[in-house]
């Protein structure tokens, strides 16, 4: 496969990728040094936030690792990591809230929470098979592999785009819902939207990563089939 222009593009996405996870650690990290004048851990505001929207059946694990946090929408279970569930920063409350955010959206079926759930199943299948149908198709100069590839590799890109809205949306609903329950004040409120939006970037970043590598290889294909 020759170098193509668009390269120069997803290079750059790549290193805003690496930039962003670098972000996302030092801030958190940063704001995990500040204690929430409320004095609430990961695992009480998390708590807290489940129970006062009906949801005291879905429980709370913590797991080992940084940033691992996670809501399981199969078992219906808010993960939070040991630094987010034992702490009682404003970074360890605010990721913590987040995860409560997507528990509330499956509640309440949040439409672009529930296409995901939806796209799940088929996204395992395509994301694996679309690297080999690609290479497969490039090595043989098989444009219908390249073709197949494109739209395997088009239902994994379709996924990370809707993981967009649905991360967004679950950090709008923890911030709003921290402020209504009291459990920051005005100024911790900077630190609030500082952790959540470093956390959003990572996925910004990796949909663009994914979406001109499927720019590339779509001009490619189309190219192929011009000569």
Known sequence: MFFHPMDFLIIIAF????????RVKGTFNRWAEVQAMSGLTGYE????LLDANG?????IEPVRGALTDHYDPINRVVRLSEP?????SIAAISVACHEVGHAIQHKVHYPMLVARHRIFPVV?????AAPFLLIAGFLFNATGLIGLGIIFFSVAVAFQLITLPVEFNASSRARDLMIA???????EERGVAKVLNAAALTYVAA??????ELIKYIMIFTSSREE
């Open 84 to 88: 987010v569930y034992y702490e009682s």
């Open 181 to 187: 329950e009291g459990f920051i004040t005005n100024d």
């Open 55 to 59: 949801l005291h059946d879905v429980p």
């Open 45 to 48: 505001a998390a708590r807290r």
């Open 15 to 22: 290193g805003l990728s690496l930039w962003a996870q670098f």
């Open 207 to 212: 949909a663009l990563i994914s979406l001109l």
């Open 124 to 128: 395992n299948i395509a994301s694996g």
